[in-house]
């Protein structure tokens, strides 16, 4: 069983930088295929970035939003840079246990979720 806490959410003005933290417990996250998400109310759940088990591969749908993880530390981020207000979502990150060197786009492949942080961005 692996547990994830976001962090790093908040307030930011259109054009800031936020850096979300993903910290997992219970199991080490080197066997997992890692990913983010973002929703906002009466949307479908939108794959934001993904990361392989080892970290060298990775995936994110703009080139202002990085993915990175560390393995030692349980740890995944996401850093986002130039946020604009379509930003504003609630995101959470996800793990899949994986054999495989890529990352998952596909939000039904996870097994693991965490609770999610709110993002607002204003203009």
């Known amino acids: 069983q692996v547990q994830l806490v976001e962090s790093g959410g908040g307030l930011v003005q259109a054009g800031g930088s936020l850096r979300l933290s993903c910290t997992a417990s219970?199991?080490?996250?080197?066997?997992?295929?890692m990913g983010w998400f973002r929703q906002t109310p009466g949307k479908e759940r939108q794959f934001v970035a993904g990361?392989?088990?080892?970290?060298t591969k990775t995936y994110s749908r703009k080139a202002r939003i990085t993915i990175s993880r560390d393995n030692t530390k349980n740890t995944v981020d996401l850093q986002m840079n130039s946020l604009q207000p379509e930003d504003t979502a609630v995101y959470s990150c996800?793990?899949?246990?994986?054999?495989?060197?890529?990352?998952?786009?596909?939000?039904?492949?996870?097994?693991?979720w965490g609770q999610g942080t709110q993002v607002t961005v204003s203009s």
């Open positions: 996800a793990a899949v246990e994986s054999r495989f060197e890529d990352y998952v786009e596909i939000s039904g492949r996870y097994d693991y």
């Open positions: 219970g199991r080490t996250l080197s066997p997992y295929a």
């Open positions: 990361i392989s088990t080892s970290g």
